[in-house]
T-cell receptor
């Protein structure tokens, strides 16, 4: 079964608005990562947050991690049409090499 | 150079064909991965090579055969595939694989099995 489960499955917003996506997972982790995938293309790494970190920023991205609740959130501020993509969280389940991806959130940013 | 390249971009093959997918990276990464992704689904791990040795095989059918000729190249040999094997096949690499390093993905090969 998938480690991560994103919520919502789909999100549609207007340009300039903020977008928040959530991820829940089931087992202990070393780190949690967020990836973006434009339609039919490869995944692009956005940010990695380690299990001992609670919040991390990268440009317009803000990621939080709550290991007690086994959940993470990705906030994209001041969204742009170019942010339209699927967003996946990925967890390592405490093991090396193996990432398990959540089902993803499809974000649509309308101009 | 932070690029992972994959060839071909698209591949159509019959169930009796033999074909290969290729992946290359020049970032000095020592772990390389094959994923399979069906439409509107997340990527699913198939194989992991670490230091050119097969580290993980996620119980993938033998009609998929991975090969790592050197630290920069990763192949996926395909034989006697089924229509349900049609998918986007993604290659990725990471520095060492320890503690699940950031993985860098190629653009994928879109495979259609007729």
């Amino acid at each position: 079964s998938q480690q991560g489960e994103e919520d919502p499955q789909a999100l549609s917003i207007q340009e300039g608005e903020n977008a928040t996506m959530n991820c829940s997972y089931k087992t202990s982790i070393n780190n949690l990562q967020w990836y973006r995938q434009n339609s039919g293309r490869g995944l692009v790494h956005l940010i990695l947050i380690r299990s001992n970190e609670r919040e991390k920023h990268s440009g317009r991205l803000r990621v939080t991690l709550d290991t007690s609740k086994k959940s993470s959130s990705l906030l994209i501020t001041a969204s742009r049409a170019a942010d339209t993509a699927s967003y996946f969280c990925a967890t390592d389940g405490g093991s090396n090499y193996k990432l398990t991806f959540g089902k993803g959130t499809l974000l649509t940013v309308n101009p | 150079d932070t690029e992972v390249t994959q060839t071909p971009k698209h591949l159509v093959m019959g169930m009796t064909n033999k074909k290969s997918l290729k992946c290359e990276q020049h970032m000095g990464h020592r772990a390389m991965y094959w994923y399979k992704q069906k439409a509107k689904k997340p990527p699913e791990l198939m194989f992991v090579y670490s230091y050119e040795k097969l580290s993980i095989n996620e119980s993938v059918p033998s009609r998929f055969s991975p090969e790592c000729p050197n630290s920069s190249l990763l192949n996926l040999h395909l034989h006697a595939l089924q229509p349900e094997d049609s998918a986007l096949y993604l290659c990725a690499s990471s520095g060492t694989g320890w503690e699940s390093d950031t993985q860098y993905f190629g653009p994928g090969t879109r495979l259609t099995v007729l």
